[in-house]
């Protein structure tokens, strides 16, 4: 699986955008970029993934390059309970085995 | 549903213990995760079973770590001996692939303390 480089801490102010990067510029065809966080104490959760275009949910965007050695992880509109480490993975299409890595401690302030 | 279903929550044991962590996948789940959060190591699979049977075991530590699916609806983990560096958060994770959607459901972890 491709490697990912995060920045290990980032800042957010409440309502604003949150703006979250990620290398993988050694990325292969197959692999897929997925997003998962952590608050504090819980399992990770799912946020959002994608192959080559953007992508948007009810948790989030997805943004990734033309081509595909960085995307960025958009909270459009941070609040307080989104303060947690978010984690950019690439794996294959089968999703099968998720190399979590540091990923970026996010802190949303009032 | 009620989503990954682990037990116990908390654990805490003494050196040479047997310790054994449970999990519930959610139903129809077709792949179950089993993974290791230290602040050292970070979060690291352990193994993986696909329709309750084991398909990667390489992050596995060592033999006194083991895992078993007896069926769809439930698997163990296993430390025998335990070791004060087995001391982690275990989550327990699960996915249904066959759907087409590949991601996965973690649990709310087993905190396990070895003395």
């Known amino acids: 699986d491709a490697k990912t480089t995060q920045p290990p801490s980032m800042d957010c102010a409440e309502g604003r955008a949150a703006n979250l990067p990620c290398n993988h510029s050694?990325?292969?065809?197959?692999?897929?970029v997925y997003w998962y966080r952590q608050i504090h104490s819980q399992g990770p959760q799912y946020i959002i993934h994608?192959?080559?275009n953007n992508e948007t949910n009810e948790m989030a965007s997805l943004i990734i390059t033309e081509d595909r050695k960085s995307s960025t992880l958009i909270l459009p509109h941070a609040t307080l309970r989104d303060t947690a480490v978010y984690y950019c993975?690439?794996?294959?299409?089968?999703?099968?085995?998720?190399?979590f890595g540091k990923g970026t401690s996010l802190l949303v302030t009032p | 549903d009620a989503g990954v279903i682990q037990s116990p929550r908390h654990e805490v044991t003494e050196m040479g213990q047997e310790v054994t962590l449970r999990c519930k996948p959610i139903?129809?789940?077709?792949?179950l995760f089993w993974y290791r959060q230290t602040m050292m190591r970070g979060l690291e699979l352990l193994i993986y079973f696909n329709n309750n049977v084991p398909i990667d075991d390489s992050g596995m530590p060592e033999d006194r770590f083991s895992a078993k699916m007896p069926n769809a609806s439930f698997s163990t983990l296993k430390i025998q001996p335990s070791e004060p560096r087995d001391s982690a958060v275990y989550f327990c994770?699960?996915?249904?692939?066959?759907?087409?959607?590949?991601?996965?459901?973690f649990g709310p972890g087993t905190r396990l303390t070895v003395l």
């Open positions: 050694t990325i292969s065809g197959n692999e897929y």
């Open positions: 994608g192959l080559k």
């Open positions: 139903s129809g789940h077709d792949y």
């Open positions: 994770a699960s996915s249904l692939v066959a759907s087409g959607r590949l991601e996965q459901f």
């Open positions: 993975i690439s794996t294959p299409n089968s999703g099968y085995a998720l190399n």
